[in-house]
Antibody, heavy 120, light 106 residues
């Protein structure tokens, strides 16, 4: 049984950074796609980027270019998403999700979400 | 990027009725289309992948169809626990994109 557990809520100042973690329990960590999706208050879902740990290859949406880093630590089965230069419109719930062992995959398991509030 | 357009934005139905949700892609995504359900305060959960394959544990009243640019999610007989927001998402092209969601309400 696969289970994703994310780090807790964060309150950040504009211009600062946040790093959200996602620990995967069960299944194979390194060969499966881990992606990050966010949801602003009352809004829809937005794909941010992803990683397949075994390949150390990442992808991300162009709008986050230069601000996002996605990493993975196979020794702890934990993925990380760091977002820099935070703005108020980065306030959202951030989800990690795990897909199949391919880049063209739906996301079968989701973390519980991490609320990030950006406020001065 | 591939724009996913869902219709209707809101669908008002009664328990026991059939619900049909549509999703259109701005270009072909083959069959690389998923449907997710999201209830208030919860993470999304996968219902359908590869356009028509039910995820593990998903009841048979949920079915998906389509390929290319036109997709449909059908809930054959709505149960109380099915009132939620449904999102389609393509994973054929970068960046991955979601529809704006269809809210299924009583």
């Amino acid at each position: 049984q696969v289970h994703l557990v994310q780090s807790g809520a964060e309150v950040k100042k504009p211009g600062s950074s946040v790093k959200v973690s996602c620990k995967v329990f069960g299944g194979t960590f390194s060969s499966n796609d881990i992606t990050w999706v966010r949801q602003a208050p009352g809004q829809g879902l937005e794909w941010m980027g992803g990683i397949i740990p075994a390949y150390r290859s990442t992808s991300h949406a162009q709008k986050f270019q230069g601000r996002i880093t996605i990493t993975a630590d196979g020794s702890t089965s934990t993925a990380y998403m760091e977002l820099r230069s935070l703005r108020s419109d980065d306030t959202a719930v951030y989800y990690c999700a795990r897909g199949g062992a391919t880049v063209t995959t739906a996301w079968f398991h989701w973390g519980q979400g991490t609320l990030v509030i950006v406020s001065s | 990027e591939v724009v996913m357009t869902q219709s209707p934005a809101t669908l008002s139905v009664s328990p026991g009725e059939r619900a049909t949700l549509s999703c259109r892609a701005s270009q072909s995504v083959s069959s690389r289309l998923a449907w997710y359900q999201q209830k208030p305060g919860q993470a999304p959960s996968l219902l359908i992948y590869d356009a028509s394959t039910r995820a593990t544990g998903i009841p048979a009243r949920f079915s998906g169809s389509g390929s290319g640019t036109e997709f449909t999610l059908t809930i054959s007989s709505l149960q109380s626990e099915d009132f939620a927001i449904y999102y389609c998402q393509q994973y054929n092209n970068w960046p991955r994109t979601f529809g704006q969601g269809t809210k299924v309400e009583v």
